[in-house]
């Protein structure tokens, strides 16, 4: 800014060097300071117009900021769905001593039983089984079903009973 003074001063001093007729010189400098204040004014309405128009942007910017939040806590949301328990599993299962629907998270598939919050009993789980459409009933998930339509349940420790049994 300090430039800009200096060559206005300038221009100034070469008018009165070089208008010698002291009217003109008065006329011409009333003409420069009435242009200087119209280039000022300009500028100042510019510089009030840049000034609302920045602060339209920020303004803006920061409801995208907010927006982009907002969808970031989704975004993580969701994330964490799907990645914070990656060793986590949740199941629906179906007691087989009660029936009793219930759904559990099991952790890993090392637990081979779950206990039943109903009755109590020990389900056991079998992790290598494939779900099969065609059961013929003989699978540790019918098992129950089959016994209960003879009325009779086997615990697992009857269960492991009999399968030493057979094995000898």
């Not at 100034?12 to 070089?18: P, Q, R």
């Not at 006329?27 to 204040?37: A, C, L, N, Q, S």
Request: aromatic share 6%.
């Amino acid at each position: 800014m300090s430039d800009i003074k200096g060559k206005y001063k300038k221009i100034l001093e070469d008018l009165e060097k070089n208008i010698k007729d002291p009217e003109d010189l008065i006329y011409i400098k009333e003409k420069v300071i009435e242009i200087t204040t119209m280039f000022m004014d300009i500028i100042d309405r510019l510089t009030v117009l840049t000034d609302a128009r920045i602060k339209e942007i920020e303004k803006r910017q920061d409801e995208i900021n907010s927006k982009i939040d907002s969808v970031q806590s989704i975004v993580d949301e969701i994330e964490g769905d799907i990645y914070e328990d990656e060793d986590s599993y949740e199941f629906e299962i179906v007691c087989p001593y009660c029936n009793y629907e219930f759904t559990t998270d099991i952790a890993d598939e090392e637990k081979d039983e779950i206990k039943c919050p109903k009755c109590n009993n020990v389900i056991e789980l079998d992790w290598n089984q494939e779900e099969e459409t065609g059961c013929n009933g003989d699978c540790s998930h019918c098992h129950g079903e089959v016994a209960e339509e003879q009325g009779k349940y086997t615990t697992k420790e009857e269960k492991d009973d009999k399968n030493e049994d057979e094995d000898m």
